[in-house]
């Protein structure tokens, strides 16, 4: 079992920056594989980035060059910094795990959530 809580969502102008954490507790936290996903409203859930055990990141296109996630493996927090956002970027932001994964930006391959942070972004 893997307990996943968000943290860091609120309000930012375009063109700011927005650092959002995911704290894990668990067995084995440092062996799954960790992804981001955003939701914005009538809209379908999409993986922004994943990083596998291994370390190896996937990016959506459309965060490419803007956002990096990374990973704290001492403290079990997951990072997702947000740079130059757009108000495009405006979504729930929620933290993903598993054991395994094969397409890291794949909704259906994560089987632990957190309960989300909001992330605005105002024009």
């Known amino acids: 079992q893997v307990q996943l809580t968000e943290h860091g969502g609120g309000s930012a102008q375009a063109g700011g920056s927005l650092i959002l954490s995911c704290a894990a507790s668990?067995?084995?936290?440092?062996?799954?594989?960790m992804a981001w996903f955003r939701q914005a409203p009538k809209k379908e859930r999409e993986g922004v980035a994943s990083?596998?055990?291994?370390?190896?990141?996937t990016y959506a296109d459309a965060v490419k060059g803007r956002f990096t996630i990374s990973k704290d493996n001492i403290n079990n927090i997951l990072y997702l910094i947000m740079s130059n956002l757009k108000p495009e970027d405006s979504a729930m932001y929620y933290c993903?795990?598993?054991?395994?994964?094969?397409?890291?930006?794949?909704?259906?391959?994560?089987?632990?959530w957190g309960q989300g942070t909001q992330v605005t972004v105002s024009s």
């Open positions: 990083m596998d055990d291994d370390g190896g990141v």
């Open positions: 993903a795990a598993d054991a395994s994964v094969s397409n890291g930006l794949s909704a259906s391959d994560y089987g632990y």
């Open positions: 668990g067995d084995r936290y440092s062996t799954y594989a």
